[in-house]
């Protein structure tokens, strides 16, 4: 059974710091991994999909990359700001044949402050 | 235009009662899926629905839980005779197909029961 783990579960950092959200995953036969935004009273928004043949992908001031080998993933978050608090969330996908059913993490609880 | 939308946003019942939480999909996703987030715990995923194709309902905890979705339309998750332990907020996401990665969710239900 896939589970997936996220370290730290909360971090509290001042605004305008670099920093990395760690995710690790038991079975490496993945088909994607995905990196998504929760905020409180909202759905999830997905910020980034590495698909299990690519090594990294980036928006803006996100960068994910993906380790299949070792069943790891990060979350470097660039400059952060306030606007960045929310709890980050991975999850994926096994491979082709069993849908988009998503396995996602406990997530980590972000803080930026001022 | 419009995003996945649910109701009730939160729900408070006793034990033991039944209750019944409203998922509206976007328009033209065929595919539906349901999710539990418990407390200090990661998304779980419950049922999904493909157009109209045999709903996977592997992730179902108990058969207090059943879900419906009329065609390709609205999806109601039906939980009987509520017990403490099914509080949790349940999300709901739509996608344009089964294998469709992206996949849309909306803000959930809080549900505490009591």
């Known amino acids: 059974k896939q589970e997936v783990t996220q370290i730290p579960a909360a971090l509290s950092v001042p605004e305008g710091e670099n920093l990395v959200l760690n995710c690790s995953f038991t079975d490496s036969a993945i088909y994607n991994l995905q990196w998504f935004r929760q905020d409180p009273g909202k759905g999830l928004t997905s910020l980034l999909l590495i698909q299990s043949s690519q090594r990294e992908q980036t928006s803006g001031r996100l960068n994910a990359s993906l380790d299949k080998s070792s069943g790891r993933s990060t979350l470097y978050i660039a400059a952060s700001q306030p606007g960045d608090s929310a709890t980050y969330l991975c999850a994926v996908r096994l491979n082709t044949g069993t849908a988009s059913k998503l396995t996602f993490g406990t997530g980590t609880r972000l803080q930026v402050t001022l | 235009g419009a995003g996945v939308s649910q109701s009730p946003s939160n729900k408070v019942t006793e034990k033991g009662k039944d209750v019944e939480l409203r998922c509206d999909p976007i328009?033209?996703?065929?595919?539906l899926y349901w999710y539990r987030q418990r407390l200090g715990q990661g998304l779980e995923f419950l049922i999904y629905?493909?157009?109209?194709?045999?709903?996977?309902k592997s992730g179902l905890p108990s058969d207090r839980f059943s879900a419906e979705r009329t065609g390709e339309s609205v999806s109601t998750l039906t939980i009987q005779r509520t017990q403490q332990e099914d509080s949790a907020v349940y999300l709901c996401?739509?996608?344009?197909?089964?294998?469709?990665?992206?996949?849309?969710f909306g803000p959930g239900t809080r549900l505490t029961v009591l």
């Open positions: 328009s033209g996703h065929t595919a």
């Open positions: 996401a739509s996608s344009p197909g089964l294998y469709t990665d992206t996949q849309y």
């Open positions: 629905f493909q157009g109209n194709s045999a709903p996977d």
